[in-house]
């Protein structure tokens, strides 16, 4: 089982970004997104269920978009209008339970990140 995202990059303020997850090996109930800020916890960014909906962090909602292909076994995050405290390593998560859930712990699996760094 394996979690491989792509996408980060550098971008201006106010810029976009396009984040891929691809999993492969078994398919997930809810995929998630992460971010790692620079000496900072790992944090919840965005969550898709099976059905397709969403849930954000209120840092984020109205700016990042998560989807996903279940026929692709695919996650994405559209960031938008992105500031500079989105700077940090994003990391897709899954975990095989229905619930979604905020906590790092809940999540079994996991993608090796992807930077993405907000300058002006």
């Known amino acids: 089982v394996q979690l491989q ?3 980060g990059g550098t971008v201006q303020i106010g810029g976009s970004l396009r984040l891929s997850c691809a999993a492969s090996g078994r398919t997930f109930n809810v995929m998630s997104w992460f971010r790692q800020a620079p000496g900072k916890e790992r944090e ?10 969403p849930t954000y962090s209120p840092s984020v909602k109205g700016r990042f ?3 996903r292909d279940n026929a692709k076994n695919m996650v994405d995050l559209q960031m938008n209008s992105l500031k500079p405290e989105d700077t940090a390593v994003y990391y897709c998560a899954a975990r095989t ?3 979604i859930r905020f906590d790092i712990r809940a999540y079994g699996y996991w993608g090796q990140g992807t930077l993405v760094t907000v300058s002006s």
């Open 5 to 7: 995202a792509s996408g």
């Open 44 to 53: 919840f960014v965005a969550a898709v269920a099976w059905s397709g909906a």
């Open 65 to 67: 978009t998560i989807s």
């Open 97 to 99: 339970q229905s619930v």
